[in-house]
């Protein structure tokens, strides 16, 4: 029986508990699991602080408001808080960054690490964005519905990292 | 749903969400950039696990009639190019657009510079939208699904494709046991033993 106190789970048993989220997602909030779109929502309301006429763009409107939208961002925040307890309890606190960067790419200090981790973060939104998915939505969520457009978005996601991912170092 | 109770319900949902994928450690960049390269399989293993959860359950539900289904418009065009930029982002960034907010609880602090690249990039993509959108959908056929091309009931073919990924899942885990990638600290960097030592040839198991 997993603990909360081990420090690795079975991939299997992991991927069961993702996979069953699906079914308060579908039956409570008439939608299947994603979270790239609650990047939308949150850049939505800080950019109409500084410029309302960002919240009059359709795209951002629709992200604005309601409760689906917020569910997602309550969900990833509800990742963060997971992971943490996760990592506290079994004593796997994370530091700096992981050593496969010093290994992969031969980055020794963090402040070599940031650059690389912006355009990594713009990358997957704005990619995901212009997808309409991410690896959660059209990956966990698409594939499981047999939606042809995921498979293509999920097939290109991998041809892209395993394009990039040869270019590295031995990870 | 009220907003708030959503919201309750995103963070119940979020936490089992965050603890599966701190404990399956497939939120450590080593897993991440290992599976892009082929060497380590934790995140496939994680990733077709949900999936093939997500088909049976999502059969269940479908073909008992108590949801409908929620597939996403194809668009050729954009699934290929944005799942392109998101596959080389997730080698750099060793994340995808979810498992930054795990890497940010677990405490990786570079984390918090992904996260700024994503905001960055969700605000491009806002104010680019107007611009891109009628490239991004021109020529979509609509919300095209396997079972409507092929003309097969939704819930049968989903149990196909999840008995199909059992089987694949299961030779996957023999050519690479996760325990072994998983490595001792914890941080996804393990190394299975040769393939070639274990009799078998390189490539993937299914």
């Known amino acids: ?171 | 749903m009220s907003v708030l109770q959503a919201v309750l319900l995103g963070l119940a949902m979020g936490l089992v969400f965050g603890v599966a994928l701190e404990k399956s450690r497939v939120f450590e960049p080593g897993a991440i950039v290992g599976q892009m390269q082929l060497r380590r399989f934790i995140m496939l293993k994680v990733f077709l696990a949900a999936v093939a959860t997500g088909l049976a359950v999502i059969a269940a539900m479908q073909g008992l009639g108590m949801t409908k289904l929620f597939p996403k418009a194809t668009l050729y065009g954009a699934d290929l190019v944005g799942g392109l930029l998101l596959g080389a982002g997730i080698v750099l960034a060793g994340a995808c657009p979810g498992t930054v907010f795990a890497q940010l609880g677990a405490g990786y602090r570079d984390a918090w510079w992904t996260l700024l690249g994503g905001l960055a990039g969700a605000l491009a993509f806002s104010l680019l939208e107007p611009t891109l959108a009628p490239m991004i959908n021109a020529g979509s056929p609509g919300k095209l699904t396997l079972s409507a091309i092929w003309d097969v009931p939704y819930p049968l073919l989903a149990a196909v494709f999840a008995v199909l990924i059992v089987a694949g899942l299961m030779a996957l885990e023999r050519w690479r046991p996760w325990r072994e990638e998983v490595g001792e600290a914890g941080d996804a960097m393990g190394e299975a033993a040769a393939p070639l030592a274990r009799g078998r040839a390189p490539g993937l198991a299914d």
Not at chain 1, 166 to 171: D, E, I, N, P
Request: with cysteine.
């Open chain 1, 1 to 171: 029986m997993p603990r909360i106190s081990d420090r690795a789970w079975s991939p299997y048993v992991a991927g069961v508990l993702i996979g069953l989220l699906q079914v308060p997602a579908f039956l409570l909030m008439d939608t299947a699991l994603g979270t790239s779109s609650s990047y939308v929502t949150l850049t939505g309301h800080a950019a109409a602080l500084v410029d309302p006429a960002v919240a009059k763009i359709g795209y951002v409107a629709k992200h604005l408001s309601g409760a689906k939208n917020w569910w997602q961002v309550a969900l990833v925040a509800g990742i963060a808080l997971g992971a943490a307890l996760s990592a506290w309890a079994s004593g796997t606190r994370r530091g700096a960054m992981s050593p496969v960067w010093q290994r992969a790419m031969g980055i020794a200090s963090p402040a070599a690490r940031a650059p690389v981790a912006v355009l990594g973060g713009f990358l997957i939104v704005f990619g995901a964005r212009i997808a309409d998915g991410c690896t959660s939505g059209h990956g966990l969520s698409g594939l499981a519905q047999l939606a042809v457009g995921s498979i293509v978005a999920v097939a290109a996601m991998f041809a892209g990292g395993i394009a990039a991912a040869m270019l590295l170092r031995r990870a």
